[in-house]
């Protein structure tokens, strides 16, 4: 069956939803949504330690979606579709989960999966060692990206990233992303 | 040397650079998308300051948090300082933090693994 958006999105509308936001993903656009965040009540009781947790998580998926996303599909009938990208942040029991999804072209998906596996794998002190051993190197990408945000992630929250790549047509996939906070 | 001073914005720190007072000080959050854009005049201006007529130069960093592409910046302004260390100058970080902030903590430990000057971490109370 085709991938079908609206179903996705509905289900990542599981519990308390903080935000959820579908459209354009630019640098307004992320200001905007953490400070919506930060008025949010559900983290402004939270222990200091958590809510900054949850903000620099927050923006480093925003970024991940603003450097990353690919073209969606022209078939696809969206109100925004530059740099079309969702992000969702929710209270799910005990934990926050950032979920986000985006379209990429094809030809990314053995990358993205080879880096979250590899991030997946790792212990905590070997994702330190690789996260120092990037940040020392000075790269940037084109679009400014310093190729520590997956570890970055996964070094805050202290947990895996779910991933799964969706086939939406030969030459669209979507990657959806859920990112847990406790 | 000309003192760089902006003001605080929703995505990038307070900054002063002072070259009269050997004051170099980066509060808040730094989190904007293009962080070369933002800290490249930092850089430069840490290129030329060479410490004269100083006994030492104070950095205070106090951020509230930070991402990733910041902190590749923030390290090269470190390198920085390094050098003019490692000429015979006197510099001390400061790296401010709050109580129970872990993650702002491993960060400062990060730094201190890779810079080899002074690094003083300081707790604050929440």
Known sequence: MAFDLKEWYNEKLEGEVVLNFNGSITPDLITEALGTIEKSLNLKNEKNKIRK?????FVECLQNLYHHVDKPPADLDLVQNHNFGVIILSKDGSFYRISTGNFVD????????????????LTDKEIRMLYLDIMS???????????????????KTGNKLEYYFYKYNDSHIFFSLDVYIS | METIVREGTPKTPYV???????????????????????????????????????????????????????????????????????????????WYYEED???MFEAGEDYQSIINIPFKMIEMEE
């Open chain 1, 53 to 57: 947790k949850v903000y620099n998580v």
């Open chain 1, 106 to 121: 094809k030809s990314k998906i053995s990358v993205i999966k080879d880096r979250i596996d590899q991030v997946n794998s």
């Open chain 1, 137 to 155: 190197n000075g790269e940037f990408s084109d679009k400014g990206g310093g190729g520590l945000g997956m570890l970055d992630i996964v070094r």
């Open chain 2, 16 to 94: 002063r650079f002072d070259g009269e007072k050997g004051v170099i000080e980066i509060k808040g959050r730094s989190i904007p998308e293009n962080s070369i854009e933002f800290y490249k005049p930092l850089i430069d201006w840490l290129e030329e300051y060479d410490g004269a007529g100083k006994d030492e130069t104070a950095v205070n960093v106090q951020l509230e948090y930070f991402n990733t592409s910041s902190s590749k910046c923030i390290l090269d302004i470190f390198k920085k300082l390094e050098l003019l260390f490692k000429k015979g100058h006197k510099v001390e970080v400061n």
């Open chain 2, 101 to 103: 902030d872990e993650d």
